[in-house]
């Protein structure tokens, strides 16, 4: 199993454990500094959390000017700031000064699972598997484009086709695996799953093409690889982070995930 400690910081946020095991594993590099870690992913600059620093905690107002600098200082060519918060509840009330700066503040809700049931209404007739051919990477590159709309298309084509080269290095070594939903050879729903070491399991990806939403796909694929990530990884604990205000939330819930903690980001996409 893999291990999760980072140096002197003790990580408390179950999100953001997780993303620094799967970051590390497609080969991000993590700097600890005490009071907050430097993670880069020199392989794909414009990944905004692969390319973030992650605070302690929230900077004082006489901080965040230093801080800001110091971000552009360590990532020069990059054109977006990211900036996490560790913690296990909601922490924008404290990141006045700092949101002040540019950044804007989001939050998720990291969910977990220890048993998970069957979807109210399990979708059986797709054909439920892992990616395996370059053809099935090359459809999850397009559902993730079909999906994030909000970004410029050729530009997000590029860092999704590298993100994905990334999770089949992980799934290449053995420590996950991307499952979708195909119907009539079509990729409808794909998700992936990563073994995060210390009985923890993260997943990862989660997405459902535009045009195939609502027939039980995605929820019959989050508890096919809930059963395989007890039955064959050995995980103990599942976690996934959703948006609290997306309607996919309560797929999650419905196959038996709970909301846990709250994990608090920020991000800029252009500097000022």
Excluded at 11 to 40: K, M, N, P, Q
Excluded at 157 to 176: I, M, N, S
Excluded at 217 to 240: E, I, K, N, Q, S
Excluded at 242 to 254: E, G, H, K, M, T
Aim: hydrophobic share 40%.
């Amino acid at each position: 199993m893999l291990g999760t400690n980072l140096a002197s910081v003790d990580v408390l946020s179950l999100a953001f454990r997780t993303d620094l095991a799967i970051l590390r594993l497609a080969g991000a590099e993590i700097e600890d500094r005490g009071s907050l870690l430097v993670i880069r992913s020199p392989a794909n600059p414009a990944y905004y959390w692969g390319n973030f620093y992650l605070l302690e905690r929230p900077p004082a107002a006489d901080e965040v000017d230093g801080l800001v600098a110091a971000y552009d200082a360590d990532f020069p060519a990059s054109t977006h700031r990211a900036f996490g918060v560790d913690g296990t509840s909601d922490q924008r009330g404290a990141l006045a000064a700092l949101v002040a700066a540019g950044p804007a503040p989001d939050v998720g809700t990291v969910m977990t699972a220890t048993s998970v049931h069957p979807p109210p209404r399990p979708n059986a007739e797709a054909d439920y598997r892992m990616l395996a051919s370059d053809e099935d990477w090359a459809q999850r590159v397009e559902v993730s484009a079909a999906v994030n709309t909000d970004h410029e298309r050729e530009a997000y084509l590029e860092f999704a086709t590298r993100k994905a080269e990334h999770d089949r290095a992980v799934c290449d070594a053995g420590y996950g695996a991307w499952r979708g939903a195909f119907v009539h050879g079509r990729l409808a729903s794909v998700m992936g799953l990563v073994d995060c070491g210390d009985g923890l399991a993260r997943y990862q990806s989660v997405e459902t093409h535009p045009d195939l939403r609502g027939r039980g796909y995605a929820g019959t694929l989050v508890h096919r690889v809930a059963r395989h990530a007890f039955d064959d990884v050995g995980a103990r604990t599942l976690v996934m982070v959703a948006d609290p205000d997306y309607l996919a939330i309560r797929i999650y819930r419905s196959v038996g995930f709970d909301d846990t903690e709250v994990q608090t980001q920020l991000q800029q996409r252009e500097r000022g």
